[in-house]
């Protein structure tokens, strides 16, 4: 039992790590604040109940804080805090507050000059990246890209010149339209690493080049099992536009506003929006001149 010898927690909110799969994935330090807090805020208290049962430990008190519910709550959870209780936030898995419920709980018990403390543990994203052989030196995590296509693309347009790796979460039902459109946009060329169900039964990892991975996809419907972390590797530094992007450019600034021209040209090249903006911009103050 992890509360036999239960030591008093500080008056804070601790931001509690847990497993992401495998329930082993939860740090001592984590069970030691599950079991001596006062109250446990949990997204769904069933699977948390359902951990806390695994590793012996009965919560003193257990709530509910999801985002439907997250500001209400958060002003009991203050009240609490001020009362002297100790209270350990948990998400469904991962880490609290990222890609997941717990952001506005944190911004309130900051702003109302509470504590917060943070017990790190497993991360999705983490996880994914340490597996991919990726050496790029940085990296950007966009969490879920947008549902439909055509909202998709545009976000992925943005991104595209990036030279960092990307790194995103993925539902299982829209993997496969979502490797179809990271194709379109970033070209076939890119690395990618396909990371689901990690730390569970069926974890699979798996690296080839973007044009591949759909059929990869498709060749397997248990591969579109699972929640996704999904890693491309960054854009290839570019020593600016090349002469052919440069005629583009102004052959569509002829014809269309500069706004159309650039994403146009983007498209047909694979540069970056921002990269083109400037140059148009140069270009037109050129002409007026």
């Given amino acids: 039992m992890h509360n036999e010898h239960p030591q008093k927690l500080e008056a804070a909110l601790y931001v509690v790590a847990t497993p992401i799969g495998n329930l082993r994935d939860i740090t001592l330090r984590a069970l030691d604040v599950l079991a001596q807090a006062s109250v446990v805020a949990a997204e769904d208290t069933r699977n948390t109940a359902h951990l806390l049962s695994h590793h012996n430990i009965r919560a003193h008190q257990l709530i509910a804080v999801h985002q439907h519910n997250e500001r209400s709550a958060a002003d009991k959870i203050i009240a609490m805090l001020q009362a002297g209780q100790s209270v350990a936030f948990v998400s469904d898995a991962g880490t609290p507050a990222v890609s997941d419920p717990g952001a506005l709980l944190v911004q309130a018990v900051l702003a109302a000059g509470l504590r917060v403390i943070p017990i790190p543990g497993a991360s999705a ?7 991919a052989g990726f050496d790029a030196p940085h990296f950007l995590f966009y969490g879920f890209l947008p549902n439909k296509s055509a909202a998709r693309r545009s976000v992925l347009l943005d991104l595209q010149g990036h030279p960092y790796t990307l790194v995103f979460y993925e539902a299982p039902h829209r993997i496969v339209e979502c490797v179809v459109d990271l194709c379109a946009v970033l070209g076939g060329a890119r690395q990618i690493v396909l990371a689901r169900e990690i730390t569970k039964l069926f974890e699979t990892i798996h690296s080839c080049a973007l044009r591949d991975a759909e059929a990869w996809l498709l ?4 591969q579109q099992r699972g929640e996704f972390v999904v890693l491309v590797s960054g854009a290839s530094p570019r020593q600016g536009l090349s002469a052919e992007t440069g005629r583009t450019l102004k052959i569509l600034l002829e014809a269309l506003p500069l706004k159309q021209a650039v994403q146009l040209a983007s498209q047909i090249s694979g ?13 037109k103050n050129e002409s007026e001149a």
């Fill in 125 to 131: 994203v983490v996880a994914a990246l340490s597996a």
């Fill in 219 to 222: 060749s397997d419907s248990n």
């Fill in 271 to 283: 540069d970056g929006r921002n990269e083109l903006y400037e140059a148009a911009l140069k270009a």
